[in-house]
Each structure stands twice: as C-alpha cells, then as structure tokens.
C-alpha cells in the first residue's frame, strides 16, 4: 500500500529522504550515478526537479542492505520511475 510522503532532500538521482521516514528511499530499476561520477550531478538536478519539497506517493517493494526503502514513486499520479528511466531506442 502506497504512503503519501513529503520529499526533504535529494541526495542523489536515485535515492532522497522523507520528513517521516529514519532511513532513504531508493528508486526501485533505476540506475543514477553515484555522486562524483560523470553525470551525477544531473541526475540529482533531474530527481529534484521531479519531486524536490513535493508531496510524493511510495510503495516500497523491498528493502537493501542499507535499511533503505526501495520503492515506486509518484508524484501527481506520474511514475518517478519511469520518468527517470532512459529512453528505448527505436
């Protein structure tokens, strides 16, 4: 079942804290690079782009080795996730 969450902090392009959560959620199948690798910095501004102080919906689907959630987002009914994903080509 999904919670509805307040976002407090993107920590990277696929992982970011809630207001009443201990631990970070991570994006479930998505893939950003870690802070200080090459493109890093755009995936974060992309994350907080999308769901930065927003209300977010989070249904966590695991849990790693971290404790962290890892979970499908929404945010005004649109998959983070998805979003997030790169594009197929054709």
Do not use: C, W
Request: aromatic letters at 2%.
């Amino acid at each position: 079942m999904a919670r509805k969450e307040k976002v407090t902090r993107v920590i990277d392009g696929d992982t970011f804290r809630t207001k009443s959560r201990r631990h970070a959620v991570r994006l479930a199948n998505v893939d950003a690079p870690e802070r200080g690798r090459p493109g890093a910095a755009a995936a974060t501004k992309r994350l907080r782009d999308l769901i930065g102080r927003k209300m977010v919906s989070i249904e966590t689907v695991a849990r790693d080795a971290y404790g962290r959630a890892v979970a499908n987002v929404k945010v005004d009914h649109t998959s983070v996730n998805k979003a997030l994903q790169p594009k197929k080509r054709k």
